[in-house]
């Protein structure tokens, strides 16, 4: 409390449990919820349950690992996973330069239902913004197949064409209001560190595009 006013801050993330899912989906508790393993015997793709179980995950690693360049090995895959929810949630891992990602801070959730399909969920997402230049490698059984290439060059051309999530003018204001809200905290003494403002956002969108272009991804 400052001068009689709330002015607490803190890092706020998202807690994946099923009543988040919930929430988020607007749909039932009975959900299966896989996280990277936090054992010491760290496998980056053998995730840890928290909710559920991992027969559905199971499936869908068994049915990724299949030439998924033939339409009817795609289509499977595309039957428990939700395609342009996982081009987004890569178009964001990769626009933001997570550096503690892919093999580590992710979760994954299906709905327990008939047809219910994977969403890969950010999490833990603090080691990003640190370089406007970090490239990171583009590579998934996914890639051969031509119709998930096609959807990744429509949802990247959405996302960070005008009035998309990801282009340089919607990020600088969403990024505006959040420093404002921000520097409302801090006292006069506090000099904000705008290098996101002045740095990352000016030049990430033509460094990410460049990286998708090189990828035939966009």
Not at 31 to 60: K, M, Y
Not at 65 to 92: C, G
Not at 93 to 98: D, E, I
Not at 178 to 190: F, V
Request: with cysteine.
């Amino acid at each position: 409390c400052l001068n009689g006013i709330w002015r607490g801050y803190f890092y706020a993330t998202a807690r994946h449990d099923a009543g988040f899912l919930s929430t988020r989906f607007n749909a039932s508790k009975d959900w299966d919820l896989l996280t990277h393993p936090l054992d010491v015997a760290f496998d980056p793709f053998n995730p840890q349950v928290s909710e559920g179980d991992r027969v559905a995950w199971d499936a869908l690693m068994a049915a990724a690992s299949q030439n998924l360049a033939i339409t009817a090995n795609y289509n499977a895959v595309a039957a428990m996973l939700d395609i342009n929810a996982y081009i987004d949630y890569l178009l964001v891992q990769l626009y933001a330069g997570n550096d503690d990602w892919p093999n580590n801070n992710y979760a994954v959730a299906r709905e327990r239902v008939p047809g219910g399909k994977f969403y890969f969920l950010v999490w833990d997402a603090e080691a990003t913004y640190l370089s406007a230049n970090v490239n990171k490698t583009l590579y998934r059984a996914l890639y051969a197949n031509s119709t998930f290439r096609t959807a990744f060059q429509t949802r990247a051309q959405l996302h960070f064409g005008g009035g998309g999530a990801l282009n340089a003018a919607n990020v600088t204001n969403r990024y505006n209001a959040l420093k404002a809200e921000m520097q409302a905290a801090m006292p006069p003494s506090i000099t904000f560190n705008d290098f996101i403002g002045t740095n990352w956002i000016p030049n990430r969108q033509a460094v990410v595009i460049a990286d998708l272009q090189a990828e035939g991804l966009y």
